[in-house]
């Protein structure tokens, strides 16, 4: 990864004006985005709402694939040796995340297109019609669409917490030092997908089920979060000075104003309410819990590489 190096860290929005290191947060963020996508459709597959007139589960995997292939440009972009990506592949070591990583992506492809064979999309039905007929052949199996969703779950659980496991098998940088940091991306990818569905679904029914288990992860995500600055707190002296850096160091205002207070407590509030009709729901909430995911990925990929064994 590349190194990032702040001349400006007394400032909020310091993380933002890093633009050569947006890459791996980025792909962090969509990398989590998906999984929860790919875990929300699997799970409606698995209810049988594959036969609804419209359901999420039909066009999320159309739109994870777009991301997903978005995260890995954006994971392309920041490799130092990109001709030799491929090299990857070509062997599994099996105490590697970037090994698992890149096995489970390849994986990801795979769950996603059986997904979008259940109902073909329009843009592949014209130029493929021979698509219909092993649609049609899988929907006479519903213990087919079941397995389908739970391949989906699995995998999005698995990319989920590869994301966060990513950063913290980097024992060199403290603050991303955590076990729980794995858990940490798999619950906010799953937050900021709620939010995504509960924000674009057009069934009622999936819209007031997403709002709620939306407001599940953020309350979920909101302790994890707790116990992850917990855990830095009671380590070593290096993790603890790594924790400070937003606990009054240079991200602290970022972290708690932009991250916790706009990406979780406010949406939290708001749609606790909404979802109990005392207010009436606000596109902007899920949009500030999106924004929080890909703000709580800058955050800890900055303040990560801001902390070193070296420095304290």
Known sequence: MIEIVSTRHNEMID?????????IPVYLFLGGWVAGMMIIAGYFLFKG????????????PTISLIFLSLGMLALFLDLEHKLYVWRLYTTFEIASPMSWGAWILLLVYPGLLANMIIRIPPFLAKPFPRLKSFSAMVNEHPVAIKT???INMLLGGMLGIYTGILLSSLGARPFWNSS???????VSGLSTAAAFVHMVAKDRYERELLAKADNAFLTIELFVLGLFLIGLLTATEVHQRAAHLVLGGEYTAFFWVIVVFMGIVIPLIYQSLAVNHKVPHLMLMPILVIWGGLMLRFVIVVAGQHSHWAQF
Do not use: D, M, Y
């Open 15 to 23: 993380p933002l004006l890093h633009v050569w290191g947006w890459e």
């Open 148 to 150: 389908i969703g739970v």
């Open 180 to 186: 729980i940091l794995g858990f940490l991306f798999l």
């Open 49 to 60: 709402r594959a036969k609804a007139e419209w359901c999420s589960c039909l066009v999320l």
